[in-house]
């Protein structure tokens, strides 16, 4: 680790930090050939010609993986490219048996895009998107798992020519939390625009960091190094926390930041250099001939316009205005597309969506965080969630009985309604035994008394609780409201 950085030594350094994201799509087939693009087939089942590279195999450009990258480029506010190039990145390695990538260099489909991320303070940042481009998958070099492993490598072809995109972020991002959000909010947009599973453990998205450092109010960026495929957003802003202080360091201790890749190691915490600038490939990008330029028509753009979701910044917006939720709740209930979708079609059947996200978000996935369980596991439903938010509404039960109903619910694995029917909590409406039931309070609690009746009214609330208390909950909260108000007021 780097010695410990004093808070003072720190503060007088800016970060600057630019990802870059590559993104599987979830096309039936491979990027340049018929192949099916699967992840877990047998090794070696998924290969052909093309996808090996073999003399005189012509790729043909998937339709599919297009338009998928149109749609993820809308989806981040990027301008697409009417005419856009493939290139040839050429480089030898053991898992790319054609001995370069086809991948897109100076004309990509898009650029220009961003997104807009939360920040510390509760604004919104936007963080500028350099370009989308489309490119091919290489394949995998396995060298564990056989037993002559310590000697052998071996090779998994079925991933060469998966297609991809890769979006290329400006460096804007200041803070490791910056990036998590960033990353946070693009896999959230990929998921809603259906181009990807972004499913990190299969490799499906996989990220590399660029950071640097510079002392405030410098002009020039620092010199930059890239932390290579880090495998979960945590990780990334753990090893971006790392580097950050380790430049430091170099730069406090007399030296100077090496232009160059590295790797986190997650269980030591730490960045190790894996090759300087020297030893850098140089791709020696050309067109690729086997390919002519890509057309974008403005038709099949607007048909991708078309096909574009409502997004989730969006989203949000709409159903805070629609259905009276604050934000974080809003944040909540949109983080998955399936789960938002399946909370409005049941807000719409209710007499209060607003109380329908109260009880799902705190009274149901409450419980479920408690236990460990996923909303699918969940034994209550949503027509449960609706009918307990309406009793609660039409103050039928009060809170207290919700809460005793689902705790019924959660421990007999039972949904709302067969709960509500079995058990039906009575209520006391009747307002003469609601009346003593005050009295007593009100008599036991001669301080509270002289507060409320000094003009501090708010005290009304501690006697609906006390009342609430002493009827075990069973109390018609309405009534109970207004009898206590009138007591006092007496
Ligand atoms: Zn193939």
Redo the contacts with the bound molecule.
């Keep these: 680790m780097p010695a410990v950085l004093s808070p003072e030594v720190l503060a007088k350094y800016e970060p600057v930090i630019g990802l870059e994201v590559h993104v599987q799509l979830l096309t039936e087939t491979?990027a340049f050939?018929?192949?099916a693009n699967h992840f877990g087939s047998d090794p070696n089942t998924?290969?052909?010609p093309?996808?090996l590279g073999l003399p005189g195999a012509l790729p043909v450009l998937n339709a599919k993986a297009v338009e998928f990258a149109t749609l993820a480029s809308l989806a981040i506010n990027c301008q697409v490219r009417e005419r856009s190039i493939f290139a040839r990145k050429n480089y030898f390695y053991p898992d790319l048996p054609k001995g370069y990538q086809i991948s897109q260099f100076d004309k990509p489909i898009a650029e220009h895009g961003y997104i807009d991320v939360p920040t510390s303070d509760g604004t919104m940042k936007r963080i500028g998107i350099t370009r989308l481009h489309m490119e091919e998958d290489a394949g995998k070099s396995l060298h564990e798992g056989f037993t002559d492993s310590n000697s052998r490598a071996y090779l998994d072809l079925n991933r060469c020519?998966t297609p991809l995109v890769e979006i290329v972020s400006e460096p804007d991002i200041r803070t490791p939390d910056e990036a998590w959000e960033y990353l946070t909010r693009l896999k959230e947009i990929l998921l809603y625009t259906g181009v990807s599973d972004c499913n990190m453990e299969e490799g499906s998205l996989r990220c590399d960091a660029n950071v640097s450092v510079r002392l405030k109010g410098a002009e020039r960026f620092g010199t930059k190094a890239e932390v290579k495929n880090v495998n979960s957003f945590r990780f990334v802003r753990a090893a971006l926390e790392y580097e950050i202080e380790r430049q430091i360091e170099v730069i406090e201790s007399g030296g100077r930041v090496l232009q160059e890749s590295r790797t986190w190691n997650a269980a030591e915490g730490r960045t190790y250099s894996m090759r300087s600038k020297e030893q850098a490939h140089d791709y020696r990008y050309f067109p690729e001939p086997d390919l002519p330029p890509l057309i974008v028509t403005p038709e099949f753009l607007a048909a991708a316009k078309a096909k574009l979701p409502e997004l989730p910044e969006a989203r949000r917006a709409r159903m805070i205005a629609e259905y009276d939720l604050n934000p974080k709740d809003a944040a909540t209930l949109t983080a998955d597309q399936a789960f938002a979708d399946r909370f409005e079609a049941a807000a719409k059947t209710a007499r209060n969506p607003r109380r329908v996200a109260n009880v799902l978000l705190s009274e149901v996935g409450g419980r479920l965080k408690a236990l460990g369980l996923d909303q699918e596991q969940s034994p209550v439903s949503m027509a449960g969630i609706v009918l307990a938010a309406d009793l609660l509404d039409e103050d039928k039960i009060s809170s207290k009985q919700l809460k005793q109903l689902f705790d019924i619910c959660f421990e007999a694995k039972e949904d709302f309604p067969a709960v509500y029917e079995r058990e039906k909590p009575e209520q006391i409406t009747d307002s003469s035994a609601l009346e003593a039931l005050i009295d007593e309070v009100i008599a036991a609690n001669p301080k509270q008394l002289e507060q409320y009746r000094g003009g501090k009214k708010t005290v009304a609330g501690f006697f609906v609780g006390q009342v609430m208390r002493a009827s075990k909950g069973q109390a018609n909260p309405a009534l109970l409201n207004e009898l206590v108000v009138k007591k006092l007021d007496a």
Aim: glycine residues 20%; positive net charge.
């Design positions: 491979k050939c018929g192949c998924n290969i052909c093309v996808c020519g």
